[in-house]
């Protein structure tokens, strides 16, 4: 049977299609993956060593927030840019690797977390394609989301990442990122063992700490987020960077509802979390 004419723009070529290597990459030099469910190596300069040896005991999860992938890679594997990350993850499961593990890869930007303030130095950064808030947010492919889960998991065991240091990139800079965003599904991670999370309380009508809001029920909700990691200043104003740092808070833990606004769900949300810590994690949280 004779073949009809090609299709070259059909789905399935688009599925199958190589990967786009940027050009610059082609000149920096390639490494042996640290997981053996990497598919792909596109090498990026854009890295330097762990701050005093450092070791990552943190994974860090961002979307890229670009129209297209091709975009993405060359921005994070192009000289210049000042950005990077270990791994990239593909819309349909394919996982990229552009930075060796040991390295310090270029991800979090100006960021804290349990009063560290070099997350780059302490983590492991995986940028999850996604268009983004800015380009129409679509929902994560369910195949994209088993490869981060899978590739989580073989760095949790590899490195003994602990469950609760498995964040958002908007988790350590509440005022300046919402990545990867409240559409991302943290709670079927945990079904695999991939981060902290507990079932968040439901919103019902409650009072609330809002902006403008002052006094000790405003530094007791401060004083939560910080001991759960948040870098938010404890003044007892609700202020920006509370309102920031709420909001954070609610697109990871209880998405039905970012406002920033802190409701009852909220705070609910957040003393459960804290109390189902590991107990030697909540030792030092309440020091
Ligand atoms: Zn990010």
Not at 142 to 167: D, K, Y
Request: charged share 20%.
């Amino acid at each position: 049977m004779s073949s009809g004419p090609s299709t070259p723009s059909g789905s399935d070529s688009k599925r199958q299609r190589v990967l786009p290597v940027p050009k610059a990459a082609a000149n920096t030099r390639t490494f042996e993956p640290d997981s053996s469910i990497v598919s792909d190596i596109i090498p990026s300069p854009n890295h330097g060593d762990r701050n005093k040896g450092r070791q990552p005991d943190m994974i860090l999860l961002h979307y890229t927030g670009m129209p297209d992938v091709e975009g993405a890679l060359a921005r994070l594997c192009t000289a210049g840019t000042e950005v990077s990350a270990h791994y990239v993850v593909l819309e349909d499961g394919r996982i990229v690797q552009c930075v060796p593990e040991a390295k310090r890869a270029w991800h979090a930007g100006v960021s804290s977390w349990a009063g560290e303030d070099d997350i780059n130095s302490c983590s492991i950064g995986i940028e999850i394609v996604n268009r983004g808030h800015d380009w129409g947010y679509p929902d994560f492919p369910s195949r994209q989301i088993a490869a981060v889960t899978a590739l989580c998991r073989g760095i949790m065991l590899r490195r003994e990442v602990p469950s609760h240091r498995v964040l958002a990139h908007s988790d350590v800079a509440p005022s300046r990122k919402k990545d990867p965003g409240e559409k991302f599904p943290w709670h079927s991670l945990a079904n695999s063992g991939v981060g902290h999370w507990v079932q968040p309380a439901p919103v019902v009508r409650s009072e609330t700490l809002k902006i403008g809001s002052i006094g000790d029920d405003v530094q007791n909700l401060q004083q939560a987020l910080a001991k759960y990691g948040y870098g938010v200043p404890v003044t007892g104003k609700y202020d920006g960077p509370t309102m920031d740092t709420v909001a954070a808070f609610q697109r990871h833990f209880r998405p039905a509802k970012v406002d920033g606004i802190a409701d009852r769900s909220t705070l609910t949300t957040l003393h459960a979390l804290l109390a189902s810590l590991p107990p030697e994690v909540r030792a030092i949280a309440a020091k």
